[in-house]
Each structure stands twice: as C-alpha cells, then as structure tokens.
C-alpha cells in the first residue's frame, strides 16, 4: 500500500495533548466567565451563504474568504470570517423570539486565508460576547465588557494589564470642534500613533490638510497622561464649550458616556490601576460609534490587544429595519494561545487530566482492576486501566507519560488482603491502603 | 439600504436559545464522561488536505464532501466529513510524541453534503472516542467502549438503553465453518435484516449463492435469543469444532474476545439487562475486524442506534507501516438532539443558566446594582443587572422571558436598609432580605 505522508494544511494550529489540555483550559476559563455574566449560548453553522456573508460589500475580507463547492449544488457560500456577522443575521432572523437586551456568547472557529506567518493562523477561534438591544440600549452595558475581560485574565492568573478606554463620539466631536469634518482616514492615522514616530504623524496630519494649529490641538488632545489629568483637561474643553465656544453635542455625549463607562466599569470590580483612558485608541472599523476598548498585558504590550471591540449603534442593518444597538468584545483565542506560549505567559503550566492509572501486576488482578475503575469513576475520579502486557520499568513509564499523579497496583497480596497499593509518582513512596484511604487521597 | 432577507443555508441546524442551552448540558454530559474515563482532547482543524481525505479513495464520501476554494491557492482541500481520518493522520503524524495505548476524545464539527431530509443534517457534531495501540491492544479496552456509553445515558436520564454487541470474526467465522467464503455483500445482508421480511432475506440468500442448508444455519445462527441461550448455542458450535468438526481458528478467537467482552463490560457496571448479545450485528463497514457495538433506546428502537463502533486492525494503514489496532465509538450529537426532542424524550427539560437578575428601581440605585452584580459574581452566582428604562411589568417580564428563578430588587428603601427584596418568581412571594441571607437562598 502506497503511504501518504500524514501532514496538515499550513496555517493550521494542530497541538499535542498536552498543549491541547492547556487550549482547552483556557478557552474554559474564558467560557466559565461567559457564564458567570449570565451570557447565552450561540451555536451558528460554520457555513453561511455568501449573499448574508457579503451583506456589506466585499471588500478585503472577500479575498481571504474560504468558498465552498459541493459537486450538486452552485449555491454560493462560505466559511464564516468572524461570529459577528452570523450574529447580526441571526438577531434579525430570530428577531420575535429573542428577549432584549440579548446577552449571548459564541466561541467557535473562524476562516481567513491570511497570508502565511507565524502567530497568524487561517483557522482561528473566536470568542466573543455581545449584549444587543432594541432601540435602545443604555450605557451600563460598555461598563460589563470591560469587567469581563478583567475577570477572565484574573482566573488566566494575568491579572497584570490595562484597559484602554476610549469613546469615538469624543474623538470626532474634538475633531468637529477643531474645524476637521470627515474624519475616517484621520480615524485610521491615530490608530497608527504608538507604531509610527512623531515626525511621521505630523508628516501624514499636514498632507491629510490640516493646519498648524489643528495639528498642535490633536496631539496635545490625544496625549497620554493620568487618568484624572485627562479628565480634568476633557472637563476645560467642556468648559469653554459651556462659555460660549461652540459647543458640540457630539462631544458632550462622548464625555458623559466616558465618566459613566470609567465609574461603571469601576463599581463592576475593575480597578483604576487597570483603567487606561486613552484619547487615541478608535478601531479603525467604521462600524464603532461609542465606546471603544484595548486591552494589553504589563509588559507584554507588543503581543497586541488581547481583547478588543466598542459600542455599534446599528448590528444588523444589513438584515433588518428595526435598530439594533449593541456593544461586544472579541477575544482571538488561538492567537492568543500562541502569544501567551511564546512569552512564556504560561509555559510551566501543566493541566492534571487523570488521577491515578491502575496496574494489574497479572492477568489475574484484571477483573479487580475493572471493579475499581467502576467503583472511583462512580466517585468522579478521573482514571484508568493500563492493561498492555510487560515489564513493571515499562508500566511506570507509562503512568509518567500520562503525569497522572498516582498509580494504584493490584497485585496477588493487594487481592487477598483487600487492599491497594498505592504509588504516589513525585515522591516515589508507596504503601498499601483501604479503598476509602485511597479515594481520601485521590480526591485531594 | 437593501434589506437581505436573513436565513441559514438548508441542512443546518441552529437553535434558540432555551434548547441551545439543552444541546449544550447534553454535549457537556457526553464530554465529562469521556473525561471521566481520562481520554485525552484532540482539537484537529475542520480542513484537510484532500490527499489525507480520500487517501482511501473517493467512493461515497467525494460525492458528499465540501470543497473548498482559496482565491490565492489551487490546494485541494475540504472539511473533514468524520473524526476517523483526522485521527489516523494524527496518529501517524505524531506518533513519535504520543503515549500508547493513546486514548483520545474528540467532539468537533463535521461535513456531509447528503440529501436534505428530516433528522439528517449537513454540519453535525460528532462525539468520538478511541483507545489507539501501537502493534498491540488489549481486548479489556472494547469492554471500556460500552460502559462510557452507559454511563453517558444515565447521566442524559436515559439509563433505558440496550447495547447490541457482537463479534466480526465470530460472524466471518462461522461462515466460513458452513462453506461460505467471500462475505462483504452478505455482511451487508445481515446489517439489514432487522430492516426486511424474512422471506425477502431468504431470497437475497438464494440470489447470493447460499445452500438450502446454509440459508438455515445462518438464520438459526443469528437468529435473537437470551444472552445465555446464545452463548450456550456457541458453545455447541464450540464443542463440535473441537469434535473435529473442522476447526476454525476465527471463530474460536471471535468467541473468546466476546466472552471477554460481556464479561468485563459488566464488571465496568453495565447490567445485564442492558447488554444484548446480537449475532446478527455487523456494521457493514469493513474496516471493523472484531468487537462491534450498537445501541438503542428502550421502545425507541425505530431511531436507530444512537452510539455505535468497534474493534479495527489498523486505524492508520495509509499514512503509516506501523500497525495501530484501536477501538472506537462515535455518537452523532447533532442527529441525537433532533432525535430526542422529536421523541419527547427531553421536552420538557429547561436549563437554568442564570440565577438572578438585578433590577434598578431608578437610575439612582444603579450604582448599588452594579456592585451587588460584581458582589455576587465573587461567590460564582450567575446574574445580570436589567438596567433599560420602563414600568415595572416589562421589567419583570423580561425576568420570566430569561427564565431566572429570582429578581433582586433595589429601590430607596433597599438602599436606605441596606437590604435587597427578593421576589421567587415562581411563587410570586418577595421579602428584604441581608446580601448574606439572599446569597444563601441563590446558592441553593
């Protein structure tokens, strides 16, 4: 027979177990905390047709799509980019069935055929979590998003990070006042700011056309500081808009909604050491309209924002004519898996998925093994049996490859005394014990 | 704007989501217990290379498959339509790295384009788990298979169960002792028997070649009975090989891995009476070569077997020369769900996923809210702050629609006491009570 070399696609992220154990708590630690937050669970095909997928347009998103072709049928569809859009669809599909607000969570592998390079997967997965209303949609719910991420990098045991908070009604209202009107492409340059040089956003600010003195009022607007430095200077704009210097609504609702998401997100169990107001941020993504958010790791800050998204006046435009305004958070589980691996973030963590193997010394303790499987798996003891013939050496070897943290032997003397022998496999000792003595142990 | 009407492509399944939380207790249900018997999580991506796919050649399954097409790439490539092939690449891939016997569980997505009809899906999850050695595999591991399906069904409330096993060579054994000797198509016969009428399987007998007497042998043979009266005809045919009857060595190493087999299940804690032994049993496919199992519903036999699997030789021929026997069973999830709920079977089961909602009485408590929110998030109490404005009526309302069994309500009074009024929404009944007290009552 002809022996086909076993590989996978590149771009894929395949693990072994034990990585795969460490993905898998991670990505529990993360859904646990959808939970906690009372978030309903959502469960959309991978596949959706093109004419939902494209709702908006094409654009780059349609040259990293993954298309299907099925051989019956020239339907035109493909794997989901991200669980935003099904999400959208499927709120104006099942509008009349819903209960708003809609808290749901979704983690679920996404498709973009990126180009190829490390860190960058073309299968990754997302979790997100959205709370949609009707309507409307009042702004304690921007203050939950962040509270959620602290949550969840707290139990990752990463508590160590910023969450920088922005509003975009803020950034384009101080534009309007300055006198700069259409504002997407300047939008897209602030995103840019803390990767380029201070000569270089000046350069770009001048041949975007904006004067001296619009350029020297952005930076100086944009500017890091303390939080409360920042606030006070937000309040002196406030202030001279109040005296009579052109006041912008658009501004304003920024401001308040800003003091209500920083004190909200406080009250929610953030705390201030971890609140970063930062004038900058804006998401490139036009689809954002209020709040916005970043989150980076101390000293981790080139790894990238972990977990990111904002506010949306309208979801599902595309799909409905009812308005739905919503607010959500992405975390790219995959990527960040890789990230946290690669710093080191987590690389001595190791997931104990088995308590103990047991060992029949011979054929004969076989069916006393079986029982007591049955019997500790009837206690939730995580276990089983290794029963391939061979030496002892061979079978310890085993025990340590799976790092379960006990091997239980059965042999003759074990049988007709009723007892077990017990190996706890660090420190090496073993001693031979009751049933009821080893699940005390086991269930340490 | 154009308004596209928003819908899912035919064949998939998408839930609410009351019965999303339903699908999402079962599937927890099936993972913990393959946790419980320590099976190792495999996460393998959704797209394989069509060479891995089909390295067993098309047949079926290419006319099923869903292709899929990169602008930037003429690769072949599409979704994986089972977890089987993806392990035995896995297997072969990374058996350097693995530990065997390599207990490995998988719950993932997988794709076949059939027919649209009721009850069969185009995306459905399967749920597989396989004990994989390397040369050898002791035969204690089929009797695992059975007893995680049996603890997966009581765990579902659906201990009513009967698990059909049975033994390939036993069957090709016998055969071969009555002088039949190339039996693919007469496997298939017998996979239906309990499908046609006995006379129309008497005449497929005929067209296939078989004696008068054959035809009888093979009915008596497979014909249903008490477990002890089957094994006792067995041992007749037993008996009369070692009379010299014309030893088949087959026949005598299906029979003892099948007394092995009822035996030891057993002792893993499946009675009896849940344990069929079905000679008839075959599972046409010809990749299983020993034990083979299949289990139905107590007076839902008409769904068809719910989990099913068996013993194969080789789980990797085409991606290695190493020999890895294993032993399998795989419960389709999705087509499960469908099938339990057309049958009533988990109607009128309802999940609770949160345990309280907080209501504002005004905006002035809205602080108040917040931190008894993040209050009793720190004791893992699952809630939600309702927080949009309107009468009372809707927002209680609103507390029926998430079904929480408990509003939590803080108005002046509350906060000038520092109190909370509980209401049990069941009962209607509501008092003010101290947060330790009302923590009390949700922890319940």
Known sequence: MTIIQPSILPGFMELLPADQLLFNDIKKIIEDNFIKFAFLPLDTPAIEKDEILFAKGGGETSKQVFSIQKKDSSRDQSLRFDLTVPLARYVAQYESSLTFPFRRYQIGKVYRGERNQKGRYREFYQADIDIVGRESLAIINDAEMPAVIYSIFKDLGLEDIKIHINNRKLLSGFLKIIGIDNSEALFRLIDKI?????????????????????QEDLILFIKEDDNDKILDRLKDIEDSL???????????????????????????GVNKEHIVIDLSISRGLDYYTGSVYETFIDGYESIGSVASGGRYDDLASNFSKQKFPGVGISIGLTRLFYQLTEAGLIKNKRINYIDAV?????????????????DLRKQGIKCQIYSEEGKMKKKFSYVDALASPYALILGENEIRDKLISVKDMKSGDQEMLSFDRVLEILKK
């Open 194 to 214: 803390k990767k380029i040089s201070t000569e270089e956003f000046f350069k770009e600010m001048k041949q975007m056309g904006l004067t001296k003195d619009q």
């Open 358 to 374: 047991i060992i029949a010394m011979s054929k004969d303790q076989q069916e006393a093994a079986i029982e007591l499987a049955a």
């Open 242 to 268: 109040h005296e009579g210097g052109g006041a912008s609504d658009l501004f304003m609702e920024g401001l308040s909604e800003l003091r209500e998401l920083y004190k909200d997100m406080h009250l929610f």
